[in-house]
């Protein structure tokens, strides 16, 4: 299975909401539930996609306050500020998935 999108999840949901309006237009009880079971889809994997997301922003961030705190113990200014670089783009990530 491939990975987890926003972008497609977005399509599918918005596409699943167009063919149930669809359906319920014509009257096809087909073209509703086809609709709906393709938007529910969709939102699923939005949040699957988010979840993926979030967790690997968890990880970024995590690492990132390691090197952080290894570099500022050993004076290594490089990795302190790597370190910090990273964090702050784990939080980032994090935001944008929550």
């Given amino acids: 299975m491939a990975e987890p999108s926003k972008a497609n999840g977005n399509y599918n949901s918005v596409a699943g909401t167009v063919k149930e309006t669809i359906g319920n237009v014509i009257g096809s009880a087909d073209w509703q539930s086809t609709g709906k079971e393709q938007h529910a889809k969709g939102e699923a994997e939005i949040k699957s996609a988010e979840a993926k997301g979030y967790a690997e922003g968890t ?12 570099g500022s113990i050993t004076g290594n200014k490089s990795k302190e500020m790597s370190g910090k670089a990273q964090e702050e783009s784990g939080k980032a990530q994090k935001e944008i998935n929550s």
């Fill in 59 to 70: 990880k970024d961030q995590v690492s990132g306050k390691v090197d952080n705190v290894v």
